[in-house]
Each structure stands twice: as structure tokens, then as C-alpha cells.
């Protein structure tokens, strides 16, 4: 159990360190107005999220049940250590694959964007002044 | 009394414009009478219609008559076509302004946006809900 929490608690502490930085949805924040897309950029990136979207909902639905399974493990009495490292083990990879998948597709909305719409983007990133 | 000198400059010129007729002296004498001649040779010239051939009148009809039966002319065409070329170049500009507010419509539906942030949302959470309450054991 100790060794379990104590997993977890790195992950927390190491996971965001690892991911690229904090993903947002640009394309459907206000910035994306000051990107100018063209008309061929803006049907690119609703290809993009439409092709996306279908295995995003099956991961959202995996990390969802990974997320109830730990608390279930974490709220039986008695704790099955084996158990509880399956669920902790199912949700470590539910979420990587979400960070993978999110990771391809902000891939994918980034070659459509040229380098200085690129640019633009991050520097209007939320939180961007604060990282500085 | 009857002038017996040459006429001068001012007599010529009341004759010429049929003020004054020819006296005694301008009838007889024969420089006089060549200055009258003179004067109303140029008169003539200049008064005189220009010669038009009637060969050259009926060309000219016929080019006329002619060109009665021939179809418009580009300027008639261009009459009918500048208000349609105006009216075409009014309806771009309005499509041209309206292209800024279809530019400002929301990139992704609804539907698109709602589940992106949610997805968002979940990248972003950095611990498992499991642990949040063992979590706040270290919090101030």
C-alpha cells in the first residue's frame, strides 16, 4: 500500500515535468483569431480534431474508469496490494496514452500553423508571463 | 463738295461694308478703282462657300446611311455594361466585408469546443483523484 501512494505521489510530482508544456485548445480560444488562418489552415485543424476525436473519447472513457478503479482499490478494506497496483498501473498508462495522442495531434495542428503563427501562439499561451 | 484726292483707309472701309458707294473720283481714277477691285476680290475669298464635290456629299450619306444599320458600338456597349460592371464590383466588396465576421466564427462547433477543454482539463490534472485527500496532508 505504502509503495502504491508512494507511486502515485511521484507521478504526481514527475509526470507534468515530463510532458511537453501545458497542452490548451487554442483553436477554440480567442487567440485564434490573431493567428489569421487561412481558409485552407482552419479546415486543416477541424480535420485534425475531427480525426482525433474518436480515439480521444475512448482514452477520456479509459483514464475516467482507471481514475474510479484506484479510488475503488483505495476504498477496500481489506487492500489487495496486487490489485491496487493493477488499477494504479491501468491508470498510468490510460493517461500516457492521453498525453501521446495529444501530444500527435497538437503535432499534426503545428504543421499547419507556419512558423510565425507559431510563434504568435506561444507567446499568447496562457500562463506564459508567469513562467518567464 | 466732292473729294478730288485719293480715298484713304476710312472710305475704302465704309464702302466695303456698303456704307459708302463710289464717287466720282473713285470711278475714275484708276488707282482707286484697282484698290476697289483689290478689296473685293479678298472679300470674296473669304466669303465665298467652300467648294464640296457632289461625289463627296453622297460618300458622305451613304457612310452615314450605312451606319444607321450597323450594330452598337463598343461605347454603346460599354453604356449597357458599366452599371452591371458597378453593380458586380459593389456585391465583392460586400462579400469582401463580410468575410472578416465569417473569419471571426468560432473555428470548432460547440460540441468540439466543450470536449476539448474537458479533454484539456484532464491532461492538465496533475495527481489521480484517489490520492487528492493523502495529497492534502502536505498542503499548508
Known sequence: MRRAVLVLLLLTGTLPAQLPRRFYAWWSSPVVQDLNLTAEQQKKVRETLKEYRPHLQDIRTAVDGAEQDVEEQFNADPMDPQRVDKAIERLIAARAELTRTLTQMSLKLRTVLTQQQWQELQKRRPGQEKEK | ?140
Open chain 2, 1 to 140: 463738295m466732292k473729294p478730288q484726292s485719293h480715298w484713304g483707309e476710312q472710305e475704302f472701309t465704309r464702302w466695303l461694308f456698303g456704307l459708302q458707294e463710289e464717287d466720282e473720283h473713285a470711278r475714275t481714277c484708276p488707282e482707286c478703282q484697282a484698290e476697289l477691285t483689290r478689296l473685293q476680290a479678298v472679300r470674296k475669298s473669304i466669303t465665298a462657300e467652300p467648294e464640296v464635290s457632289p461625289e463627296f456629299l453622297a460618300a458622305q450619306r451613304r457612310a452615314i446611311h450605312s451606319r444607321l444599320h450597323q450594330p452598337a458600338r463598343h461605347w454603346m456597349r460599354t453604356r449597357i455594361w458599366a452599371p452591371v460592371s458597378a453593380g458586380v464590383v459593389l456585391a465583392a466588396i460586400g462579400v469582401a466585408l463580410m468575410l472578416p465576421k465569417a473569419a471571426q466564427q468560432p473555428l470548432v462547433s460547440d460540441s468540439d469546443q466543450k470536449f476539448f477543454t474537458e479533454i484539456s482539463s484532464m491532461e492538465q490534472s496533475s495527481e489521480p483523484r484517489a490520492i487528492q485527500p493523502i495529497h492534502s496532508m502536505f498542503e499548508e
